[in-house]
Nanobody, 127 residues
Framework: QVQLVESGGGLVQPGGSLRLACAVS????????ISWFRQAPGKEREGVSC????????AYVNSVKGRFTISRDNDKNTVYLQMNSLKPEDTAVYSC????????????????????WGQGTQVTVSS
């Protein structure tokens, strides 16, 4: 059974950091593209970052480039999103999603293309 479980969200002050984790089970992590999405209240879900199957190519939405880093630990079956220099506009529910076999991050923000989703974790950036 394919399962994705996010953790690591919370309340942080502007300029702070958080590391989100997406723990996967039921499939071989390296064979899947894993992406992080976020959805703020009243806004559409947005693709934030991607790490591709196999070689692990990465991509980021412009608003987080230079602040967020996605990585993958195949031994721990976990994908991480390190978020630094957080801003109030980063506040959202963050979810991870898996898509089998995609060896690039091309069009990673297409929501309907993903096979499985986690339940999400809340990130709140506020003073």
């Amino acid at each position: 059974q394919v399962q994705l479980v996010e953790s690591g969200g919370g309340l942080v002050q502007p300029g702070g950091s958080l590391r989100l984790a997406c723990a996967v089970s039921g499939f071989t992590l390296s064979a899947y593209r894993i992406s992080w999405f976020r959805q703020a209240p009243g806004k559409e879900r947005e693709g934030v970052s991607c790490i591709s199957a196999d070689y692990g190519f990465t991509a980021y939405v412009n608003s987080v480039k230079g602040r967020f880093t996605i990585s993958r630990d195949n031994d721990k079956n976990t994908v991480y999103l390190q978020m630094n220099s957080l801003k109030p506009e980063d506040t959202a529910v963050y979810s991870c999603a898996a898509q089998f076999g995609q060896k690039s991050c091309s069009r990673y923000s297409t929501i309907d293309s993903y096979d499985s989703w986690g339940q999400g974790t809340q990130v709140t950036v506020s003073s």
